[in-house]
T-cell receptor, first 113, second 113 residues
């Protein structure tokens, strides 16, 4: 069965500093990997995805993620955090056989001014 | 282009009742999936429909059911409600399925008393 782990319930970072939100996964075959963000009282918004190609994926709002096959990780990064980046971030994985999308438990990002 | 619309936004029911939630996908999207979000369990996949056919189903009891109509609108039904069914129910649509970018609605917040 496929699974996603987000080991940190919360990440705190100062505005202007780089941020990393961690994600590791387990799936059969080649993974489809995603990051979504959820602002308060809202549905999820797509940030970026990796299916194949360059291991560094660029997405919305200046976010990027690095796919590491040997470590089965897909960490989300941003060079300079903004207070407005404070939200709940979800990593998700799907196999390439058309099965369901599995989400991690979420990581709350708090960016302090 | 209108986004994914979920109705109602809030719902309060009592144990033993049944409830129907509605989701209207983005025009042209043929895939609709449903997720349950709770603070303790994160995002759990319920089911995915594509062109009126259920394509995938999550690990939920038979009290949870869904369907998709010819215009791609979808409904999910929960019968014999339990306290543990209190959650935010999110619907997402996409052109072809979970291997691509999902567009989420704002959700229906269900409270079971």
């Amino acid at each position: 069965a496929q699974s996603v782990a987000q080991p940190e319930d919360q990440v705190n970072v100062a505005e202007g500093n780089p941020l990393t939100v961690k994600c590791t996964y387990s799936v059969s075959g080649n993974p489809y990997l995603f990051w979504y963000v959820q602002y308060p009282n809202r549905g999820l918004q797509f940030l970026l995805k990796y299916i194949t190609g360059d291991n560094l994926v660029k997405g919305s709002y200046g976010f990027e993620a690095e796919f590491n096959k040997s470590q089965t990780s897909f960490h989300l990064k941003k060079p300079s955090a903004l207070v407005s980046d404070s939200a709940l971030y979800f990593c998700a994985v799907r196999d390439n056989a058309g099965n369901m999308l599995t989400f991690g438990g979420g990581t709350r990002l708090m960016v302090k001014p | 282009k209108a986004g994914v619309t979920q109705t109602p936004r809030y719902l309060i029911k009592t144990r033993g009742q049944q409830v129907t939630l509605s989701c209207s996908p983005i025009s042209g999207h043929r895939s609709v999936s449903w997720y349950q979000q709770t603070p303790g369990q994160g995002l759990q996949f319920l089911f995915e429909y594509f062109s009126e056919t259920q394509r995938n189903k999550g690990n939920f009891p038979g009290r949870f059911s869904g369907r998709q109509f010819s215009n791609s609108r979808s409904e999910m039904n929960v019968s014999t409600l339990e306290l543990g069914d209190s959650a935010l129910y999110l619907c997402a649509s996409s052109l072809l399925g979970s291997g691509e970018k999902l567009f989420f609605g704002s959700g229906t917040q269900l409270s079971v008393l």
